[in-house]
């Protein structure tokens, strides 16, 4: 069943502002990954925060982990027309690699 | 060097015809995986292998059928294709790394079955 659900599930900002998307899911869980995916391509792996961490940074991401209200955010600062795909939330409950995907938000990021 | 690849990227065919996906990763992973994508990109789990054995096997009609014929191999062969079957499928893989797993995708392929 599904798990983590995206929101917004489109957006569309300009060149340098910051993007910022929402996961939510239902059941406890070990990790929350996030995903991108650009159109026509497979997943790429972005970013991974463990069930006891509260914020992340990797380069421009910033993602946060508020497991009491089962939710995750993903921040895109400064963001770019590169940055333009579709991005994923995963959570991985089982501790054992199953990954449960949400639909994704859209981002359009416009030079 | 592609890390996980897939054969063929584009696949046509009738329904009732039998097809096979055919996915390979080089980079030393145990866990491989096949996930389908519906045309609202909703991405599920279909099965999962560990050193060639099956250890997730979601709820997927028995018409589909893995094959790990070797640890870096997942085939993904389709009996009797039906309308409902065209999507893209992608395969990932993964290994251990402190405690978690990070999955690394294909290309995809998009099956289109008329």
């Known amino acids: 069943s599904q798990q983590g659900e995206e929101d917004p599930q489109a957006l569309s900002i300009q060149e340098g502002e910051n993007a910022t998307m929402n996961c939510s899911y239902k059941t406890s869980i070990n990790n929350l990954q996030w995903y991108r995916q650009n159109s026509g391509r497979g997943l790429v792996h972005l970013i991974l925060i463990r069930s006891n961490e509260r914020e992340k940074h990797s380069g421009r991401l910033r993602v946060t982990l508020d497991t009491s209200k089962k939710s995750s955010s993903l921040l895109i600062t400064a963001s770019r027309a590169a940055d333009t795909a579709s991005y994923f939330c995963?959570?991985?409950?089982?501790?054992?690699?199953?990954?449960?995907f949400g639909k994704g938000t859209m981002l359009l990021v416009s030079p | 060097d592609t890390a996980v690849s897939q054969t063929p990227k584009y696949l046509v065919t009738q329904m009732g015809n039998d097809k096979s996906i055919k996915c390979e990763q080089n980079l030393g992973h145990d866990t491989m995986y096949w996930y389908k994508q519906d045309s609202k990109k909703f991405l599920k789990i279909m099965f999962s292998?560990?050193?060639?054995?099956?250890?997730i096997n979601e709820t997927v009609p028995n018409r589909f059928s893995p094959k790990s014929p070797d640890k870096a191999h997942l085939n993904l062969h389709i009996n009797s294709l039906e309308l409902g079957d065209s999507a893209v499928y992608f395969c990932?893989?993964?290994?251990?790394?402190?405690?978690?797993?990070?999955?690394?995708f294909g290309p995809g392929t998009r099956l289109t079955v008329t």
């Open positions: 990932a893989s993964s290994h251990l790394v402190a405690g978690t797993y990070e999955q690394y």
């Open positions: 995963a959570t991985d409950s089982s501790g054992y690699s199953t990954l449960t």
């Open positions: 292998y560990n050193n060639k054995e099956l250890i």
